[in-house]
């Protein structure tokens, strides 16, 4: 298909010339300027899932897809979207830009270098791990930064489990220490950048950053090493969200990459208010299940933001209810009804958990080639007995035209006031507390159990006065538990939080749960040994 003229889209909507940075034909950077004087018309649609399979289950494919959806039944429509990391396309899901189509295009530009957010993300944040270790170095022994209790590490928008755990500084009168690598969609400039309103806002919360403790126990911030103008420097362009457009012309802003099983999983607040000041609906996701994204989605981004959604869209599909109703993942093609029906336990929990939220819920079925009638018809007929509206979304084989019923159910749904978002607990509850509402109202648990070491680190975070931001949880994907072997909808069973981490300048508290790693790794055989680039500089195998 021939390249999109990104002037037009944004023409399309209301977007002046002078507001757009180009990046080639395809793809451009907004201005923040862009939204002075323009109102937040829109309705917000977020579109989470059920507990996933380990190659997911097309939510950004199905909202790209509804977005088309009210594209064509005549409605103004526009995307919020996450940018992919590299770490996955190069890993074990590949790209992350739709399918079939419903895709965001330039694909294979977006799945890499994109406009370069990325990078900037991590050289902000390597800046900082740079001019902490050469104030340890320049101030050995007398720094009031300890560096046993330095908590900042360094970043690679990349899957390397080597870099988990490194020794650094072990030079000549070098301070030697433990350190290690997280993945660049875990960092809390990611998180930041993506939860700033403006660029005063993003220096206040690169200010706030703890980068570690002193010999007292009291928290060093990174705004004591004077070189947030230097950050912001690095980071002024990517704080302006990109915009793209999908297969079907239906305008695209994807901006921010955190991930939803380590961090809040939410493209930027400033493209989803992008979003809503130029179309009557924005289409917006959460990273992984409701769970994990959309509970944060909910209890991060939206309570910082002010954000909230008119309606909640759920992606099920045949082969993750087979998957929960004990199929083998080598077997999820063939006709299994009874499994679906076992399955839907899964989808009822996340339909129980989105309806505290207090908004019209939907499910959207998104179709694979290998289902089957008779199990897309079990899914229906849960839904029509939960009283749940439901459609069949056949986006990647048909783009919009595969979910026209969607885009009309989500229109009636929608057509009333949007309520006044609640929060599963308040800003000043304690955290356990928090914990408790989040693991028993969400994930179905009977409780919360902190380990010894968790139950020290979170009190040296409370008397630095850092106990009273919302929650994070970091927990598998795979599972509603903390244990990716539980399946369906596990029972009788703790949230066992090992650890915790403070993320004071994106403004919450990381709770990290099970195994769960900051630096992911590589698959036996990485989706990277697929990729080609032919004679003509055309990219192949995302």
């Not at 433990?178 to 309103?197: H, K, N, P, R, Y």
Request: glycine residues 10%; proline residues 5%.
């Amino acid at each position: 298909m021939p390249a999109a003229n990104i002037s037009s889209t944004a023409a399309e909507i209301g977007i002046d010339p002078r507001y757009l940075v180009h990046f080639g034909t395809d793809k451009a950077k907004v201005s923040l300027d862009a939204l002075i004087g323009r109102p937040q018309r829109g309705k917000l649609i977020l579109v989470s899932a059920i507990t996933p399979t380990p190659a997911g289950e097309g939510k950004t494919t199905v909202s790209i897809g509804l977005a088309q959806g009210l594209r064509k039944i005549g409605a103004s429509a526009a995307l919020a979207l996450r940018q992919p990391s590299m770490g996955p396309v190069f890993g074990r899901k590949g790209g992350a830009t739709g399918g079939g189509l419903s895709r965001v295009e330039p694909s294979n530009s977006i799945n890499l270098h994109f406009t370069g957010d990325f990078h900037a993300i991590t050289s902000a944040h390597n800046l900082l791990s740079s001019v902490i270790d050469n104030h340890l170095f320049t101030n050995n022994g007398t720094s009031l930064l300890r560096p046993e209790r330095v908590l900042w590490k360094r970043v690679l928008d990349m899957n390397d489990r080597a870099l988990r755990h490194i020794s650094i500084s072990r030079g000549k009168n070098e301070v030697a220490r433990t350190s290690g690598f997280d993945i660049t969609a875990a960092s809390e400039v990611m998180a930041i950048l993506c939860l700033s309103e403006s660029l005063a806002d993003l220096r206040a919360r690169l200010n706030r950053i703890v980068v570690g403790f002193d010999e007292n126990g009291k928290p060093v911030f990174a705004k004591q090493f004077r070189v947030t103008g230097a950050l912001l420097a690095l980071l002024k362009d990517a704080l302006q969200p990109n915009l793209v457009r999908s297969m079907e012309g239906v305008p695209a802003f994807l901006h921010g990459g955190p991930f939803a099983n380590i961090a809040h999983g939410c493209n930027s607040v400033l493209a989803t208010r992008m979003a809503l000041a130029h179309a009557d609906y924005a289409v917006t996701e959460a990273g992984f299940a409701f769970d994990l994204g959309g509970e944060k989605f909910m209890g991060i981004k939206c309570r910082q933001s002010g954000l909230a959604p008119a309606a909640i869209v759920i992606v099920a599909t045949v082969r993750a209810l087979k998957m929960h109703g004990g199929v083998a993942l080598s077997d999820l093609t063939k006709d299994d009804v009874p499994a679906v029906e076992r399955g839907l336990e899964n989808l009822a929990a996340h339909l129980d958990s989105a309806r505290q939220f207090q908004r019209p819920v939907l499910v959207a079925v998104n179709r694979f080639n290998s289902d089957h009638d008779d199990e897309i018809e079990a899914v229906h007929r849960f839904c029509k007995t939960a009283g749940v509206p439901c459609a069949t979304a056949d986006v990647f084989g048909r783009g919009g035209d595969g979910a026209i019923d969607l885009a009309h159910m989500v229109v009636s749904a929608v057509a009333g006031e949007t309520p006044a978002l609640p929060q599963l607990y308040a800003d000043a509850d304690p955290v356990e507390k928090k914990l408790h509402a989040i693991a028993t109202r969400i994930y179905g648990a009977r409780g919360v159990v902190l380990t010894d070491h968790a139950k020290a680190h979170l009190a040296s975070f409370e008397s630095a006065g850092l106990g009273h931001l919302p929650i994070c949880m970091a927990k598998t994907q795979n599972s509603l538990s903390n244990d990716p072997a539980k399946l369906g909808r596990p029972r009788d069973f703790d949230i066992t939080v090992r650890d915790f981490e403070i993320a004071n300048g994106a403004g919450f508290l990381v709770a990290l749960t099970g195994q769960m790693l900051r630096m992911p790794a590589l698959p036996k055989v990485p989706a990277a040994e697929r990729i080609e680039v032919d004679e003509a500089g055309n990219i192949s195998g995302i």
